[in-house]
């Protein structure tokens, strides 16, 4: 075999713009079009929202949402679904209060939250993987479950109050306020942290490109040596501790260990920025990038819708009609790929 | 005896890069039986398809008593009189045997509710009439029916209303020799009412027992048409062989001492005791039938399926082989017969596709450089010549031909001491093919073993310096080279070779 030294691709010879496309990905620029010209049509109805204000607003709301979506990103591109985030930051956000106040380490209350995270996502990985229930079935099932565990683990099946101004800070505590300057939120920081570290794992280790792998073709991920169960209990016990940590930002901004309230429609909300984002229901594509523009893409409209005093029964239906219009685009590119594919057998080309 | 039943005028069809069929002409005259037999890909299934209306053909016509059918979908096909009973019908599960048989054309009463009594009815005629009477019941459910059952059901489907030519597809390959003897009789009651029967099966026997003409196919051309009577077994085989390699390739010896591979008595579902060896520099190859095991062979010994006893050596050292990866950390490589399903991710890029399997050994605790990607594959996407414009390029949107050689890359790039081909060329293209063989000695030369399962017989006996053939869970002593000729291959393959 003919091995050359120089078989470095072309790819350290781009210009710079590619080099910008390429990292922002050019199917995330119908994305980013999409959020400007959003933005210019709410800040031509309310002067309000540019102020740092409701900008740093904005980045607040984001961070739960954000969280959970970076665990979805990497569940729905491995060809799997977990509608149960939500309800377990429910149980999260009732142990991490439970731990808080009887222990007041808010560390601990934190960790705890992790920990719960990942087990229920473990659970899901089992029922999944061992039980053999399809994903949309399995979390489904403990999405009810969860959410019954957290009310169980509750006293009384109420909200439980956490006093601690320490663990406040994690909800709405801010960086850097200095004079008008309103900060950044920490739970922002925490979200930027969690999905630049996601997006380097997806992007530049084993585990990573395995997930596109399997999420692609599962059985020629196997045949190429990729362990699918381990795969599934990491994915999915990485979705539930981030799910988890959603859930103690959730129990830091309310005051309260909350079973329900906070974290009802989470899935919905993350499952859409996901699809939004540029996955395939099939499995096999999606980034953090594109997740992360989705999320960012909601929180605004969110907001606007806010700020214009759309009611909430509206919103909703606008979120549901954002998830088939995110699921619709991503089936027209694939039916569009399978046609240029159809076109070049049928013409047997290169 | 009038007019034939069934007309094929000059039929020919397509698919890239291989013509399955082409310039077939004949004729199927009421109560007459003909078979066809050929090799795998000969084109046998391709015709069934083109009557039954699965596919749409490229040129010529077919007439059913008269009229022309051409570019038929199933629905008019079946409706024109041509039924097609499948090796492996469809059976719904939770249906009864009476449904199964009616299903997509209950009769009905008015306001649309099925007429359960009159179906009934039908179908216990029907039982009667072609005597399966007794040997199924009409409120069986599909689940619980033996093979022969489903046969029985998937008969009836074709002998429903309004038919005139049925075709039976391998219908021996579930049955036993008692079931045969019934299906036999059916067939003469069938000729006797006077429809036109297609009969397709390998088994030779029983072509010359039932049938009254024999088409011979080869590489999708008819190469003879023969009156059963006034013809034998061995001249049928030598009119199915004889197919030279497009590009006649000559390989080096290149067989070392060294064994890379050795099994010793493995059993699995689909194997009975089978022993061979692979040394290295060696091209085996492996014959049989499409269904005789070799694929599942294949994926025993990487690890997909499980083996239920015998022994794997791997350089002279047993190994326990329990998943693919355990087959990839013993230097074993498999390249499936199916890329498209089992081989490649169709929505991901060349890169990723051809580094698949040695992301492990490209990484430092776990860190995978798209850099090191590229160097770790580069070199093998050039020496194949895989024509992409661009190495980030989904695979799905490359040909055929590419798509093979992004699987070949892949094993190339691990190395493997053993490398299983599964159907190395199918679906590729003339020029992709030669590329593909030129690479095979290549890898021989270096030493590398290398298991090729192949259904082209001139692909076989030009590639191989060791042919091994594959017939009912059992595989024969393997042929040398100089040894190998298409007949004695077939012979055993079809289970008509004299011990």
Redesign the interface.
């Known amino acids: 075999?003919?091995?050359?030294a120089n078989?470095?691709?072309s790819?350290n010879t781009e210009s710079i713009g590619k080099r910008m496309m390429h990292a922002i990905g050019a199917e995330n620029l119908s994305l980013i079009i999409a959020l400007v010209l959003m933005v210019a049509l709410i800040a031509t109805q309310t002067e309000f929202f540019f102020s740092a204000r409701n900008l740093f607003n904005i980045a607040q709301n984001m961070a739960v949402v954000g969280l959970i979506a970076v665990g979805m990103t990497l569940v729905i591109v491995s060809a799997g679904l977990d509608i149960s985030v939500g309800s377990i930051a429910g149980c999260a956000s009732v142990v991490c209060a439970l731990v808080v106040v009887s222990t007041g380490s808010v560390l601990g209350g934190i960790a705890m939250s992790l920990c719960v995270g990942l087990v229920l996502g473990a659970v899901n990985a089992t029922i999944i993987s061992i039980l053999r229930v399809n994903p949309v079935v399995a979390t489904l099932a403990t999405f009810s479950a969860f959410r019954g565990v957290a009310f169980l683990i509750a006293p009384g099946g109420r909200p439980i109050g956490v006093l601690d101004p320490t663990f406040a800070q994690l909800g709405s505590g801010r960086l850097f306020r200095v004079g008008e300057f309103p900060g950044i939120p920490i739970a922002f920081v925490i979200l930027v942290v969690v999905a630049i570290a996601a997006h380097l794992v997806m992007?530049?280790?084993?585990?990573?490109?395995?997930i596109?792998?399997m999420g692609?073709?599962p059985?020629?991920?196997?045949?190429?040596?990729?362990?699918l169960t381990r795969m599934r209990f990491y994915i999915y016990a990485i979705s539930g501790a981030l799910s988890g940590l959603a859930g103690a930002i959730v129990t830091a901004r309310t005051s309260s260990g909350q079973p329900a309230s906070g974290t009802q429609g989470l899935e919905l909300e993350a499952i859409t920025a996901v699809f939004l984002g540029g996955a395939?229901l099939?499995g096999?594509?999606g980034t953090i990038v594109g997740s992360m523009l989705a999320v960012l893409l909601l929180a605004t409209l969110s907001n606007g819708m806010n700020l214009l005093g759309i009611p909430t029964f509206y919103q909703l239906v606008a979120k549901g009609l954002l998830l088939v219009l995110a699921v619709a685009i991503g089936q027209w590119r694939m039916a569009r790929?399978?046609r240029?594919?159809a076109r070049?057998?049928?013409t047997?080309?290169? | 005896m009038s007019s034939p039943i069934l007309e094929i005028r000059d039929v020919g069809k397509s698919f890239p890069g291989v013509k399955a069929l082409s310039g077939l002409s004949m004729t199927v005259a009421r109560g007459e039986i003909v078979a066809f037999v050929g090799e795998n890909g000969a084109g046998k299934s391709t015709l069934l398809k083109i009557l039954s209306g699965d596919y749409e053909l490229d040129e010529g016509s077919v007439l059913l008593d008269g009229a022309e059918v051409s570019h038929a979908s199933p629905l008019e096909a079946r409706h024109a009189g041509f039924r097609l009973v499948r090796q492996e019908p469809e059976i719904v599960p939770d249906i009864s045997v009476a449904e199964n048989i009616f299903i997509g054309e209950y009769p009905r009463r008015s306001g649309g509710r099925v007429n359960f009594p009159l179906m009934r009815q039908t179908v216990t005629d029907m039982l009667k009439r072609y005597g399966f009477y007794g040997l199924v019941s009409i409120d069986q459910l599909g689940r619980t029916l033996s093979p022969a059952q489903m046969h029985i059901v998937e008969i009836l489907r074709a002998l429903k209303d309004g038919v005139k030519v049925v075709a039976f597809d391998e219908p021996t390959s579930s049955l036993t020799m008692d079931e045969t003897e019934r299906l036999y009789e059916l067939i003469r009651q069938l000729k006797l009412d006077g429809l036109g029967v297609i009969y397709v099966s390998h088994r030779l026997h029983e072509v010359m027992e039932i049938s009254d003409r024999v088409v011979v196919l080869k590489d999708g051309v008819p190469t003879g048409d023969l009156v059963t009577n006034e013809t034998d077994e061995q001249r049928i085989i030598s009119l199915m062989v004889g197919r030279e390699l497009e590009h006649g390739f000559k390989r080096a010896e290149t067989t070392r001492d060294e064994v890379v591979l050795e099994v010793e008595n493995l059993r699995s579902r689909w194997h009975n005791d089978i022993s061979f060896q692979i040394r290295a520099g060696e091209i085996v190859g492996f014959a049989g039938l499409v269904g005789a095991g070799r694929t599942e062979l294949a994926k025993v010994l990487f690890g997909e399926f499980e083996k239920q006893s015998g022994t794997v050596k791997i350089g002279g050292e047993e190994t326990q082989i329990r998943s693919p990866s355990d087959a990839i950390a013993a230097n074993i490589g498999f390249a499936p017969e199916n890329r498209k399903a089992e081989g490649l991710i169709l929505v991901r890029s060349v890169i990723e596709n051809a580094s698949m399997a040695v992301y492990s050994k490209l990484a430092k605790w776990g860190i995978l450089r798209n850099r090191e990607m590229i160097s770790a594959v580069a070199p093998f996407v050039r020496q194949l010549e895989i024509k992409t414009p661009s190495m980030t390029l989904e695979v799905g949107k490359l040909s055929g031909g590419n798509q093979q050689k992004v699987v070949l890359a892949r094993w190339l790039a691990a190395n493997p001491k053993l490398l299983i081909l599964d159907e190395p060329t199918r679906a590729v293209d003339v020029g992709a093919k030669a590329e593909i063989y030129r690479l095979m000695d290549e890898l021989a030369q270096q030493g590398m073993a290398i298991m090729m399962i192949s259904s082209e017989m001139p692909e076989l006996l030009a590639m191989s310096d060791r042919i091994i053939v594959m017939h009912d869970r059992v595989i024969s002593d393997p042929i040398e080279k100089k040894d190998a000729t298409e007949e004695a291959i077939v012979n055993i393959a079809l289970g008509t070779a004299v011990a």
């Open positions: 075999m003919t091995t050359t078989d470095q691709h790819a992007r530049s280790t084993v585990f990573g490109r395995s596109y792998s692609g073709n059985v020629a991920a196997r045949l190429a040596g990729i362990n395939l099939a096999g594509k790929s399978e240029v594919q070049l057998t049928a047997g080309g290169q």
